[in-house]
Protein backbone atom coordinates (compact mmCIF):
# COMPACT_ATOMS: atom_id res chain seq x y z
CA UNK A 1 0.00 0.00 0.00
CA UNK A 2 1.31 4.04 -0.71
CA UNK A 3 2.80 5.80 2.39
CA UNK A 4 -0.56 7.74 3.39
CA UNK A 5 -0.90 11.55 2.49
CA UNK A 6 -2.73 14.15 3.89
CA UNK A 7 -5.24 15.05 1.26
CA UNK A 8 -5.00 18.89 0.18
CA UNK A 9 -7.39 21.67 0.18
CA UNK A 10 -8.14 20.86 -3.64
CA UNK A 11 -7.66 17.38 -3.03
CA UNK A 12 -10.29 17.28 -0.02
CA UNK A 13 -12.98 18.67 -2.69
CA UNK A 14 -12.29 16.24 -5.49
CA UNK A 15 -10.28 13.02 -4.50
CA UNK A 16 -11.23 9.53 -5.60
CA UNK A 17 -15.25 8.40 -4.91
CA UNK A 18 -15.92 5.21 -5.39
CA UNK A 19 -19.64 5.80 -6.14
CA UNK A 20 -18.14 7.61 -9.58
CA UNK A 21 -19.71 6.08 -11.99
CA UNK A 22 -22.99 6.17 -10.45
CA UNK A 23 -22.36 9.88 -9.75
CA UNK A 24 -21.59 10.38 -13.54
CA UNK A 25 -24.39 8.52 -15.02
CA UNK A 26 -26.95 10.11 -12.71
CA UNK A 27 -25.29 13.92 -13.71
CA UNK A 28 -25.36 12.55 -17.97
CA UNK A 29 -29.15 11.41 -17.35
CA UNK A 30 -30.66 13.28 -16.18
CA UNK A 31 -28.90 16.52 -17.84
CA UNK A 32 -30.13 14.85 -20.81
CA UNK A 33 -33.79 14.05 -19.33
CA UNK A 34 -33.72 17.93 -19.22
CA UNK A 35 -32.22 18.96 -22.42
CA UNK A 36 -34.82 16.61 -24.19
CA UNK A 37 -37.70 18.07 -22.15
CA UNK A 38 -36.22 21.56 -23.02
CA UNK A 39 -35.28 21.49 -26.60
CA UNK A 40 -37.60 18.86 -28.35
CA UNK A 41 -40.64 20.76 -28.62
CA UNK A 42 -38.92 23.56 -30.16
CA UNK A 43 -37.07 20.65 -32.93
CA UNK A 44 -40.43 19.08 -33.09
CA UNK A 45 -42.09 22.76 -34.16
CA UNK A 46 -39.72 24.32 -36.28
CA UNK A 47 -39.15 27.14 -33.75
CA UNK A 48 -37.40 30.04 -34.98
CA UNK A 49 -33.46 30.72 -33.70
CA UNK A 50 -35.13 33.64 -31.20
CA UNK A 51 -37.17 31.06 -29.95
CA UNK A 52 -33.83 28.56 -29.25
CA UNK A 53 -32.85 31.41 -27.98
CA UNK A 54 -34.65 32.76 -25.57
CA UNK A 55 -34.38 28.94 -23.73
CA UNK A 56 -30.97 29.55 -23.22
CA UNK A 57 -30.78 31.23 -19.55
CA UNK A 58 -33.07 28.21 -18.66
CA UNK A 59 -30.76 25.16 -20.07
CA UNK A 60 -27.69 27.03 -18.55
CA UNK A 61 -29.12 26.05 -15.43
CA UNK A 62 -29.65 22.50 -16.23
CA UNK A 63 -26.32 20.94 -15.51
CA UNK A 64 -26.60 22.37 -12.12
CA UNK A 65 -29.83 20.35 -11.30
CA UNK A 66 -27.98 17.46 -12.70
CA UNK A 67 -25.51 17.52 -10.42
CA UNK A 68 -27.71 18.11 -7.39
CA UNK A 69 -29.17 14.67 -8.45
CA UNK A 70 -25.63 13.25 -9.00
CA UNK A 71 -24.98 14.18 -5.63
CA UNK A 72 -28.14 12.78 -3.95
CA UNK A 73 -27.32 9.33 -6.43
CA UNK A 74 -23.81 9.15 -4.73
CA UNK A 75 -24.67 9.39 -1.44
CA UNK A 76 -23.62 13.04 -0.29
CA UNK A 77 -20.79 12.29 1.31
CA UNK A 78 -19.20 15.66 1.13
CA UNK A 79 -21.45 18.96 1.57
CA UNK A 80 -22.93 20.04 -2.23
CA UNK A 81 -20.68 23.05 -2.33
CA UNK A 82 -17.62 21.61 -1.28
CA UNK A 83 -18.05 18.82 -3.73
CA UNK A 84 -19.23 21.45 -6.76
CA UNK A 85 -16.05 23.46 -5.22
CA UNK A 86 -18.48 26.41 -4.80
CA UNK A 87 -16.76 26.55 -1.59
CA UNK A 88 -14.13 27.03 0.23
CA UNK A 89 -13.45 30.29 -1.36
CA UNK A 90 -9.81 31.19 -0.86
CA UNK A 91 -10.11 35.43 -2.07
CA UNK A 92 -6.56 35.33 -3.08
CA UNK A 93 -6.31 32.88 -5.31
CA UNK A 94 -9.98 33.22 -6.57
CA UNK A 95 -8.99 36.72 -7.73
CA UNK A 96 -5.46 36.02 -8.96
CA UNK A 97 -7.00 33.34 -11.61
CA UNK A 98 -10.01 35.34 -12.04
CA UNK A 99 -7.50 38.37 -13.02
CA UNK A 100 -5.45 36.04 -15.21
CA UNK A 101 -8.77 34.33 -16.82
CA UNK A 102 -9.69 38.46 -17.76
CA UNK A 103 -6.50 38.90 -19.13
CA UNK A 104 -6.42 35.85 -21.48
CA UNK A 105 -9.74 36.94 -22.84
CA UNK A 106 -9.03 39.79 -23.60
CA UNK A 107 -5.86 39.02 -25.16
CA UNK A 108 -6.66 36.02 -26.89
CA UNK A 109 -9.27 38.14 -29.07
CA UNK A 110 -6.54 40.55 -29.48
CA UNK A 111 -3.88 38.30 -30.87
CA UNK A 112 -6.36 36.27 -33.40
CA UNK A 113 -7.62 39.45 -34.52
CA UNK A 114 -3.96 40.82 -35.04
CA UNK A 115 -2.60 37.97 -36.63
CA UNK A 116 -5.39 37.82 -39.22
CA UNK A 117 -5.35 41.59 -40.09
CA UNK A 118 -1.85 41.13 -40.81
CA UNK A 119 -1.65 38.26 -42.84
CA UNK A 120 -4.58 39.67 -44.95
CA UNK A 121 -7.83 36.87 -43.18
CA UNK A 122 -10.35 39.64 -42.61
CA UNK A 123 -10.13 43.66 -42.45
CA UNK A 124 -9.69 45.98 -39.25
CA UNK A 125 -12.85 47.77 -39.70
CA UNK A 126 -14.36 48.76 -36.54
CA UNK A 127 -18.62 49.08 -36.71
CA UNK A 128 -19.24 52.77 -35.75
CA UNK A 129 -20.37 51.89 -32.19
CA UNK A 130 -17.88 49.29 -31.14
CA UNK A 131 -15.64 51.43 -29.23
CA UNK A 132 -18.70 52.89 -27.55
CA UNK A 133 -19.75 49.11 -26.50
CA UNK A 134 -16.19 48.78 -25.13
CA UNK A 135 -17.08 50.51 -21.37
CA UNK A 136 -19.86 47.80 -21.55
CA UNK A 137 -17.71 44.82 -22.16
CA UNK A 138 -16.94 43.75 -18.12
CA UNK A 139 -20.21 44.58 -17.10
CA UNK A 140 -21.95 42.33 -19.92
CA UNK A 141 -19.30 39.92 -18.31
CA UNK A 142 -20.96 40.27 -15.09
CA UNK A 143 -24.21 40.02 -16.31
CA UNK A 144 -23.63 36.84 -18.18
CA UNK A 145 -22.54 35.14 -14.98
CA UNK A 146 -25.89 34.32 -13.67
CA UNK A 147 -26.35 31.94 -16.53
CA UNK A 148 -22.48 30.72 -16.71
CA UNK A 149 -22.41 29.81 -12.78
CA UNK A 150 -25.08 27.43 -13.20
CA UNK A 151 -23.19 25.90 -16.40
CA UNK A 152 -20.33 25.97 -14.38
CA UNK A 153 -21.85 24.30 -11.35
CA UNK A 154 -22.09 21.61 -13.34
CA UNK A 155 -19.24 21.26 -15.17
CA UNK A 156 -16.23 22.16 -13.80
CA UNK A 157 -17.81 21.97 -10.45
CA UNK A 158 -19.12 18.53 -9.26
CA UNK A 159 -18.11 16.90 -12.54
CA UNK A 160 -14.32 18.02 -12.42
CA UNK A 161 -14.36 16.24 -9.31
CA UNK A 162 -16.27 13.57 -9.96
CA UNK A 163 -13.38 12.69 -12.69
CA UNK A 164 -10.66 13.92 -10.90
CA UNK A 165 -9.20 9.73 -11.12
CA UNK A 166 -9.00 10.58 -14.57
CA UNK A 167 -5.75 12.89 -13.97
CA UNK A 168 -6.47 16.88 -14.87
CA UNK A 169 -5.90 16.33 -18.44
CA UNK A 170 -8.00 13.35 -19.17
CA UNK A 171 -11.13 14.81 -16.61
CA UNK A 172 -10.58 18.18 -18.74
CA UNK A 173 -10.36 17.30 -21.88
CA UNK A 174 -13.63 14.02 -21.52
CA UNK A 175 -15.77 17.40 -19.53
CA UNK A 176 -14.71 19.60 -22.72
CA UNK A 177 -16.00 17.16 -25.16
CA UNK A 178 -19.22 16.35 -22.99
CA UNK A 179 -19.62 19.94 -22.73
CA UNK A 180 -19.45 20.97 -26.86
CA UNK A 181 -21.43 18.04 -27.52
CA UNK A 182 -24.60 19.26 -25.04
CA UNK A 183 -24.70 22.42 -26.75
CA UNK A 184 -25.47 20.34 -30.16
CA UNK A 185 -28.93 20.52 -29.77
CA UNK A 186 -29.28 24.41 -29.43
CA UNK A 187 -26.32 25.13 -31.95
CA UNK A 188 -28.27 22.96 -34.12
CA UNK A 189 -31.25 24.50 -33.47
CA UNK A 190 -30.09 27.97 -34.42
CA UNK A 191 -28.79 26.28 -37.83
CA UNK A 192 -32.52 25.09 -38.47
CA UNK A 193 -33.70 28.48 -38.70
CA UNK A 194 -31.38 30.35 -40.38
CA UNK A 195 -29.34 31.47 -37.58
CA UNK A 196 -26.12 29.92 -38.04
CA UNK A 197 -24.46 28.33 -40.51
CA UNK A 198 -23.56 24.39 -40.66
CA UNK A 199 -19.35 25.69 -40.64
CA UNK A 200 -20.72 28.13 -37.26
CA UNK A 201 -22.13 25.15 -35.92
CA UNK A 202 -18.38 22.58 -36.75
CA UNK A 203 -16.47 25.72 -35.33
CA UNK A 204 -18.11 26.80 -32.45
CA UNK A 205 -18.14 22.81 -31.64
CA UNK A 206 -14.59 22.62 -31.75
CA UNK A 207 -14.07 26.19 -30.12
CA UNK A 208 -15.93 24.71 -27.14
CA UNK A 209 -13.68 21.74 -26.70
CA UNK A 210 -10.84 23.91 -26.40
CA UNK A 211 -11.99 26.77 -24.63
CA UNK A 212 -13.40 23.99 -22.04
CA UNK A 213 -9.95 23.31 -21.20
CA UNK A 214 -9.17 26.47 -20.33
CA UNK A 215 -12.26 26.44 -18.55
CA UNK A 216 -10.85 23.55 -16.31
CA UNK A 217 -7.63 24.93 -15.97
CA UNK A 218 -9.60 27.78 -13.52
CA UNK A 219 -11.08 25.60 -11.51
CA UNK A 220 -7.40 23.60 -10.89
CA UNK A 221 -5.71 26.85 -10.56
CA UNK A 222 -8.03 28.24 -7.95
CA UNK A 223 -9.40 25.22 -6.39
CA UNK A 224 -13.37 26.89 -7.28
CA UNK A 225 -15.45 27.09 -9.58
CA UNK A 226 -16.39 30.97 -9.62
CA UNK A 227 -13.28 31.74 -11.23
CA UNK A 228 -14.67 29.30 -13.88
CA UNK A 229 -17.97 30.69 -14.09
CA UNK A 230 -15.90 34.18 -14.92
CA UNK A 231 -14.03 33.30 -17.49
CA UNK A 232 -16.89 31.53 -19.57
CA UNK A 233 -18.96 34.89 -18.96
CA UNK A 234 -15.72 36.55 -20.33
CA UNK A 235 -15.29 34.30 -23.54
CA UNK A 236 -19.00 34.86 -24.46
CA UNK A 237 -18.43 38.56 -24.06
CA UNK A 238 -14.96 39.29 -25.63
CA UNK A 239 -14.39 36.87 -28.00
CA UNK A 240 -17.77 37.73 -29.36
CA UNK A 241 -17.05 41.43 -29.39
CA UNK A 242 -14.31 41.22 -31.24
CA UNK A 243 -15.39 38.78 -33.81
CA UNK A 244 -18.87 41.06 -34.50
CA UNK A 245 -17.80 44.42 -34.31
CA UNK A 246 -13.79 44.92 -35.28
CA UNK A 247 -13.22 42.81 -38.24
CA UNK A 248 -14.59 41.42 -41.30
CA UNK A 249 -17.83 39.57 -40.46
CA UNK A 250 -17.27 35.86 -40.77
CA UNK A 251 -20.38 35.44 -42.48
CA UNK A 252 -18.92 37.28 -45.33
CA UNK A 253 -15.39 35.00 -45.82
CA UNK A 254 -14.78 32.63 -47.68
CA UNK A 255 -14.34 28.92 -46.82
CA UNK A 256 -10.68 29.08 -47.07
CA UNK A 257 -10.16 32.62 -45.16
CA UNK A 258 -13.36 31.14 -43.06
CA UNK A 259 -11.12 27.77 -41.71
CA UNK A 260 -8.02 29.51 -41.60
CA UNK A 261 -9.77 32.51 -39.75
CA UNK A 262 -10.58 29.69 -37.39
CA UNK A 263 -7.06 27.32 -37.10
CA UNK A 264 -5.90 30.93 -35.85
CA UNK A 265 -8.14 31.04 -32.77
CA UNK A 266 -7.94 27.72 -32.50
CA UNK A 267 -3.83 27.14 -32.15
CA UNK A 268 -3.98 30.71 -29.45
CA UNK A 269 -6.75 28.78 -27.19
CA UNK A 270 -4.48 25.37 -27.30
CA UNK A 271 -1.49 27.31 -26.38
CA UNK A 272 -3.79 28.88 -23.57
CA UNK A 273 -5.72 25.96 -22.40
CA UNK A 274 -1.39 23.86 -22.46
CA UNK A 275 -0.69 26.67 -20.63
CA UNK A 276 -3.54 26.76 -17.26
CA UNK A 277 -3.38 23.10 -17.27
CA UNK A 278 -0.21 22.62 -16.89
CA UNK A 279 0.03 25.25 -14.64
CA UNK A 280 -2.30 23.47 -12.58
CA UNK A 281 -0.10 20.25 -12.73
CA UNK A 282 2.97 22.43 -11.49
CA UNK A 283 1.07 23.80 -8.35
CA UNK A 284 -0.38 19.98 -7.47
CA UNK A 285 3.31 18.56 -7.57
CA UNK A 286 4.54 21.29 -5.57
CA UNK A 287 2.38 19.93 -2.69
CA UNK A 288 3.26 16.40 -3.15
CA UNK A 289 7.21 17.00 -3.27
CA UNK A 290 6.84 18.74 0.08
CA UNK A 291 9.19 17.27 2.92
CA UNK A 292 8.24 13.86 4.40
CA UNK A 293 8.55 12.19 8.02
CA UNK A 294 9.84 8.47 7.51
CA UNK A 295 5.86 7.25 8.09
CA UNK A 296 5.29 8.97 4.03
CA UNK A 297 3.54 11.96 6.28
CA UNK A 298 4.65 16.03 5.47
CA UNK A 299 7.14 17.23 8.30
CA UNK A 300 5.38 19.56 10.83
CA UNK A 301 7.02 22.15 11.79
CA UNK A 302 6.68 25.87 12.89
CA UNK A 303 7.97 27.06 9.59
CA UNK A 304 5.46 25.10 7.20
CA UNK A 305 2.07 25.53 6.51
CA UNK A 306 -0.43 22.65 6.87
CA UNK A 307 -3.57 22.59 4.79
CA UNK A 308 -6.68 21.68 7.37
CA UNK A 309 -10.46 21.31 6.30
CA UNK A 310 -9.94 24.20 3.81
CA UNK A 311 -8.22 26.71 5.67
CA UNK A 312 -4.44 27.06 6.05
CA UNK A 313 -2.43 27.44 9.18
CA UNK A 314 0.64 27.54 10.62
CA UNK A 315 1.12 24.57 13.26
CA UNK A 316 4.26 23.53 14.93
CA UNK A 317 3.66 18.81 15.20
CA UNK A 318 0.90 16.58 16.37
CA UNK A 319 1.22 17.14 19.38
CA UNK A 320 1.22 20.95 19.76
CA UNK A 321 -1.86 20.47 17.71
CA UNK A 322 -3.00 17.89 19.95
CA UNK A 323 -2.25 20.46 22.82
CA UNK A 324 -4.34 23.22 21.75
CA UNK A 325 -7.76 19.82 21.28
CA UNK A 326 -7.23 19.86 17.75
CA UNK A 327 -8.20 16.78 15.89
CA UNK A 328 -5.49 15.08 13.67
CA UNK A 329 -5.02 14.93 10.56
CA UNK A 330 -6.73 11.60 9.73
CA UNK A 331 -9.53 13.01 11.67
CA UNK A 332 -10.04 15.87 9.42
CA UNK A 333 -9.66 14.53 6.40
CA UNK A 334 -12.25 11.31 7.44
CA UNK A 335 -14.45 14.01 8.04
CA UNK A 336 -14.67 15.29 4.67
CA UNK A 337 -15.53 11.39 3.38
CA UNK A 338 -12.15 11.43 1.60
CA UNK A 339 -9.60 8.40 1.90
CA UNK A 340 -5.93 9.69 2.85
CA UNK A 341 -4.90 7.08 0.11
CA UNK A 342 -6.98 8.59 -2.19
CA UNK A 343 -4.96 12.19 -1.50
CA UNK A 344 -1.76 9.97 -2.80
CA UNK A 345 -3.53 8.47 -6.16
CA UNK A 346 -4.52 12.03 -7.05
CA UNK A 347 -1.36 13.36 -6.50
CA UNK A 348 0.11 9.76 -8.59
CA UNK A 349 -2.58 10.58 -11.12
CA UNK A 350 -2.02 14.03 -12.02
CA UNK A 351 0.69 13.34 -14.83
CA UNK A 352 -1.69 10.24 -16.67
Not at 80 to 109: E, H, K, S
Not at 175 to 192: E, K, N, V
Not at 225 to 230: F, Q, R, V
Not at 301 to 318: G, K, M, N, Q, T
Amino acid sequence: MDSPIPVHAEQAAVAPDPTIRRTVLWFSLVLAGITTVVMAPLWLTGASPDTFNAVVPVMSWAPALAAVAAWFAGGRQVPFTQWAALRPFRTGRALRTAGLMLAIFVAVPAVTTTIAVTVGIVVWQPTPESFGLVPLVLPYALIAMFMTTGEEIGWRGALQTALTPLGRWKASIVIALAWSLWHLPLTLGFASGGGLSMREVVATSINLVIAGCILSGARLLSGSMWPAAWAHALMNTTLVFAASNLVTPSTELDTGAYWALQAINWTVLAAVALACVSRAGRSLRRWSDRPRNADGRPTAHFDHLIDVADRVEPVSDHQHRAARGEPSDGVLNAGLGVGIDGGHSFVEDEDR
